[in-house]
Every structure is written in C-alpha cells, then in structure tokens.
C-alpha cells in the first residue's frame, strides 16, 4: 500500500537531510552555505517526490501554482477587485480539474499528448483527490496576504491624516 512506501520515502529524506545540515562552524559562511545547499536539497526531494506522486500532472500543480502567486501579488491589497478575481480563478481551476478528469492531456492538447496519460508517468495517486486541500491553500495565502495590505495601507493612510493635523494650526 501507500502507507509503507511513505514511510520508506520519509525516512530516506530525513537520512539524506541530515547529510546537507550545516555544521557548527566558527565562521558565518561556513553555515550559511550548508543551509543553502539544505534548502536546495528540500527543493530537489520535493520535486522528484511530487513527479513522483502525480506524474507529469505536476505541471498543471505548478502551472496552477505560478498562476495564484502572480495573480496575489499582482493584485492583493485591492478592495473587491482581488477577493471576486481569486475565488473566480479557484473555482473555474475546480471545476475544470472535475471536468477534464484532472487534466488529462489528450483532452487538454489532443491525442499527440495522450502518452503524457500512460505508464508511470501517470503518477502513483491522481492529483486532483487532494487539490481541494491544495486549493484551500491557495486561497488562505491570497487572502492573508491581501487583509494584510489593506491593514498596511489603512494604517498607512491614518498615520498621513496625523500629520495633516498636526500641521494646521
């Protein structure tokens, strides 16, 4: 099952980890190039663990991801605008995710594709069982990053009006 290779895939990341941790060092480089190569380590694992998990589906994860990230920081902070575009963009990716079966590629591009659909890179769980949770992500990061915009620019604008009183006399 599931469980046991897990279990194998975590333990074999914490072994490996522990490899790329810096050491003690007298010096700050010294530690600050183990964390780095930490960090690139965590990055590596993760992707070869996600391609490993969902398959060439892990484009449409990372595409989807790319497309939140852009569409936050572009337009976080602005009133009405920002909630009404987020939740449409969430929930035309949920609907076209039930829609196409998770994004099957002869759908999506055409039967040239359909290879991308098959064998191993499939993917060894469908994606599209544990988007929603991805997707509920998505919209926890977008909203706190745009409350917090809007409490910056509210408390940017009463410290303004301060000073605007303070200079009539």
Aim: charged residues 15%; aromatic residues 18%.
């Amino acid at each position: 099952g599931s469980i046991p290779s897990l279990l194998i895939a975590a333990a074999v990341f914490c072994l490996l980890a522990r490899c790329f941790k810096p050491k003690p060092a007298k010096s700050g480089d010294a530690s600050t190039r183990g964390s780095s190569a930490l960090a690139w380590y965590y990055a590596l694992f993760s992707l070869i663990f996600l391609t490993y998990l969902h398959g060439s589906r892990t484009l449409f994860l990372f595409s989807i991801a790319g497309v939140q990230y852009v569409l936050c920081h572009w337009l976080a902070g602005r009133p009405y605008v920002f909630p009404v575009l987020m939740w449409s963009f969430q929930c035309a990716c949920l609907f076209c995710c039930n829609y196409f079966n998770g994004g099957e590629f002869r759908f999506l591009f055409g039967e040239s594709f359909a290879w991308l659909d098959e064998g191993w890179l499939r993917g060894a769980l469908r994606w599209q069982i544990h988007f929603n949770m991805c997707l509920l992500r998505h919209i926890s990061y977008g909203m706190e990053l745009h409350w917090s915009r809007l409490r910056a620019s509210s408390r940017t604008g009463v410290e303004e009006n301060e000073k605007e009183i303070e200079k009539v006399p």
